[in-house]
């Protein structure tokens, strides 16, 4: 579970990439866009607030880099022909994917499973691991077509060791990382392409401030900061890792 927080990302790494961001309008995500398009990449902007899309849109507008995309989809209520008609949408403007970086996310409720609601779990599972595996299965001909194509898939330390009360959140990203496991396995003979996971580790964000209400923000790296190993993993000195479990940060207490 290597980290590279100390990475080094050369100004043209993702140059005249295509990458797909999912939950691009907030925290974690809205940071990997905006560093992915400053490193050259045109980044397609998904997410379910079309305000908040906008807003990063604008941002890399005025920083002067690729025009990006956005694609409005809430993963909550998509189904698999939203995400085929996705795919059509990519290919015939783009004919590539060379990166997907899987970040949208829903923390859920913490709350003893006793007290869990079916629904919010069903929900949590749906944006969490449901949706995000038959986007990728959608978007795989596409990804295929790339030279050197990253997926990332974002998890959490809650997914590599269950915690109590974490419920549907600990286990959607326990399924990512299993998921990523067999899928990994499947792409083995196909070198150019690569999918691992990312545990971003605590990050001053809405859905840490959710999680831990107590906690002093202050205290806590900002999207911003993580993104060393982020930018690693999306650009091709990371081609040839694939199966892999990542961490954006030094573990914590929590
Ligand atoms: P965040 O600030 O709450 O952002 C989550 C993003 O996901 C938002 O852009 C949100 O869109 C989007 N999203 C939520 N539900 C969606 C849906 N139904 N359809 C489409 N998009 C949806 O959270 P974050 O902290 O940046 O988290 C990003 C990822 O890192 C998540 O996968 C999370 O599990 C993981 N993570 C975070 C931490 C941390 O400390 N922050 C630690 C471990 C793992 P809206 O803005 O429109 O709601």
Known sequence: MSCKIDYQAPVDLLENRVVLVTGAGDGIGRAAALSFARHGATVILLGRTIEKLERVYDEIEAAGGPQPAIFPLNFEGATLHDFDEMAKTMD??????????????????ITPFEQYDAELWDQVMQVNINGPIWMTQALLPLLQNADDASIIFTSSSVGRKGRAYWGAYSVSK???????????DELESQTQLRVNTLNPGATRTQMRQSAYPG????????????????????????????????????????
């Open 215 to 254: 906690e002093d923000p202050a205290t806590l790296r900002t999207p911003e900061e993580i993104m060393p190993t982020y930018l690693w993993l999306m650009g091709p000195d990371s081609a040839g890792v694939s199966g892999q479990k990542f961490d954006a940060q030094p573990p914590r207490q929590r």
């Open 92 to 109: 015939k403007e783009f004919g590539r994917l060379d990166g997907l970086l899987h970040n949208a996310g829903l923390l859920g409720r």
């Open 174 to 184: 326990f399924a990512t990382e299993g998921f990523v496991e067999v899928l990994a």
